[in-house]
């Protein structure tokens, strides 16, 4: 519920401080004290559009904050925890707007859209006046009270998970399918380049093998050369090293008496012969093995170029050709996949469908129960209000689109024929603005047990009626105060003595500036408002004792 609102440098008004009960509220004044202006800056703290007249002359801003308990809104909680704004059971909706236009709104401190204050201010408030912006008139809301008086909440909840799923999977149906033509030569594509990968049958490690034996094949002349020349210094002939280090350790042998270095470089003499002889077994070995083979070199120089040319193509380095070769081919699976994706999703989407439609068809029956229901309670109540002649209607047609839509199978409209033989019609099209207070005042005391929106908002809902009607409205509106909260700028007694709170509106003018202040009447100041709202400016005993009287009720 609203628990308070402040206003500053709004309008006339410099400085309004308000605090909210449960119950209804009710704001009188003299004619062009600015009653409304309460209602119109709550309504711009609602997200409502805004201009620069609306700053107080002389000051740079208006600011306003609507302060609201939501401990008991769920849709409202929920909404500000998708969107990261909860902070606790309190919600602060502010707006700021200067003099050269400029708009900013903020939720709990943070900035957000006029979008975003807009749609959590339809959870939190319903405001009911004589102007276009007028909630009843919007098809949604229309729709939403005819669910809740229904009770199909949760029905209406499950459609929408339903409708979803179905959108989702037609939208990736739709991309599956467009994109067919793209991927079939996409595959033929993968396929060829798999195939060629597939033939080359390159195995790890095999291009590092093929690139050494290539460079050995290659070089096999200047390889055996080398190899001979050195077994040659090393073993061959009268002079070579294993003979010259023989020679060496004999030299050394043969001295009587040795120190430690001479034992040092005996052994190290030794170890170079041992190296020697191996190395020399090693080249030796090496030539056993060898064997110049030009057609061998062919192969292998034919396998490293097919190797390199596919490379090549693709634009890579050798080395990534098997990564590329597991790449390709899963890209291939997944396009072959895709058919049988497609199959799944006509399924999926079929099932879904079916499903949509049992759902949609048991509201479209409840709807259809609940619709006779209300329309009879709605034209009941309308005659209390004098307007029995004004029949009401709830049309529910069926929707040209046959496929699954979130609200369901039909289109909900309230109609309203204010005339006897007159064609029933939208409530925008037939209804003046007295009569949409009225009915929109009939209809919410019907829906208010089951409306999720604990604060109703009523600007001058009793224009143009007096007498017994106006007190049959007051008893209305005090029952709705009775189940949640209600707020009422009114022009009657019998309304205004209805109230479980009175907030009386008054202005004041300087030669300089007129400024407008609001004040919480207690019970002897109720009496003389009562009494002036009866009586005019001239309050007497009689207007005093049947204020008091009016009261007592």
């Known amino acids: 519920m609203l628990v308070d609102l402040s206003v500053n440098n709004f309008a006339i008004a410099s400085e309004l401080e308000m605090e909210f009960n449960r119950g209804m509220t009710v704001i009188t004044g003299e004619t062009g004290a600015g009653k409304s202006i309460m209602l119109d800056a709550l309504g711009l703290a609602l997200g409502d559009r805004a201009d620069a007249g609306i700053v107080r002359s002389g000051t740079e801003r208006a600011d306003i904050h609507a302060r609201f308990d939501i401990s008991d809104i769920k849709d409202a909680t929920?909404?500000?925890?998708?969107?990261?704004?909860?902070?606790?059971?309190?919600?602060?909706?502010?707006?700021?707007?200067?003099?050269?236009?400029?708009?900013?709104?903020?939720?709990?401190?943070?900035?957000?859209?006029?979008?975003?204050?807009?749609?959590?201010?339809?959870?939190?408030?319903?405001?009911?006046?004589?102007?276009?912006?007028?909630?009843?008139?919007?098809k949604d809301q229309q729709r939403r009270l005819l669910d809740e008086f229904a009770g199909l909440g949760d029905s209406t909840a499950n459609l929408k998970i339903i409708a979803k799923q179905f959108q989702q999977t037609q939208q990736r149906l739709n991309t599956l399918e467009c994109n067919r033509t793209e991927q079939s030569a996409r595959a033929q594509l993968l396929g060829y380049q798999v195939d060629e990968l597939n033939n080359l049958e390159l195995i790890d490690g095999e291009l590092e093998k093929l690139e050494q034996e290539q460079k050995q094949l290659a070089n096999g002349e200047q390889i055996q050369q080398a190899c001979q020349h050195t077994i040659a210094l090393c073993s061959e002939g009268e002079l070579n090293v294993v003979s010259i280090l023989n020679q060496a350790l004999r030299s050394l042998g043969d001295i009587p008496v040795k120190s430690q270095s001479l034992d040092e470089a005996s052994q190290l003499l030794s170890s170079a012969l041992i190296q020697a002889e191996e190395a020399n077994n090693e080249l030796q070995h090496h030539l056993d093995s060898f064997e110049l083979d030009p057609e061998r070199l062919h192969v292998v120089e034919n396998r490293l170029s097919t190797v390199y040319d596919?490379?090549?193509?693709?634009?890579?380095?050798?080395?990534?050709?098997?990564?590329?070769?597991?790449?390709?081919?899963?890209?291939l699976t997944s396009i072959a996949g895709s058919d049988e994706e497609i199959e799944q999703l006509q399924q999926q989407l079929a099932e879904t469908e079916q499903q949509y439609q049992q759902l949609a068809a048991k509201l479209s029956k409840k709807r259809k129960t609940a619709a006779k229901k209300l329309q009879k309670q709605v034209e009941a109540q309308l005659e209390q209000l004098a307007m029995a002649n004004c029949s009401f209607s709830i049309d529910l047609a069926a929707r040209t689109d046959n496929a699954p839509h979130a609200n369901g199978n039909e289109d909900i409209a309230f109609l309203v024929s204010t005339n006897p033989g007159q064609e029933p019609a939208a409530l925008s099209k037939i209804a003046s603005g007295g009569e949409l207070s009225r009915i929109s005042l009939a209809i919410q005391v019907i829906t208010a047990k089951t409306s999720a929106i604990p604060?109703?908002?009523?600007?001058?809902?009793?224009?143009g009626i007096g007498g017994a009607v106006a007190e049959v409205v007051g008893n209305l509106l005090q029952e709705l105060g009775d189940r949640g909260q209600v707020l009422c700028v009114t022009h009657q007694a019998q309304v205004a003595s209805k109230g479980h709170q009175h907030l009386y509106v008054s202005k004041t003018a300087s030669k300089k500036s007129v400024s407008t202040k609001l004040e919480q009447l207690s019970d002897k100041k109720k009496i003389e408002e009562i009494a002036r709202m009866l009586g005019g400016i001239a309050i007497t005993d009689q207007s005093l004792a049947h204020a008091k009287e009016m009261l007592s009720h």
């Open 455 to 463: 604060t109703l908002v009523f600007d001058e809902v009793d224009v």
């Open 310 to 331: 596919i490379a090549r193509k693709h634009h890579i380095q050798p080395t990534q050709l098997p990564e590329l070769h597991q790449g390709l081919q899963d890209e």
């Open 78 to 138: 929920s909404w500000l925890q998708e969107h990261d704004l909860l902070d606790g059971s309190d919600c602060l909706l502010r707006r700021v707007i200067t003099k050269e236009g400029r708009s900013r709104g903020y939720i709990n401190g943070r900035p957000v859209t006029l979008q975003d204050l807009k749609s959590l201010g339809e959870m939190l408030i319903d405001i009911h006046s004589q102007h276009a912006h007028q909630s009843l008139l919007k």
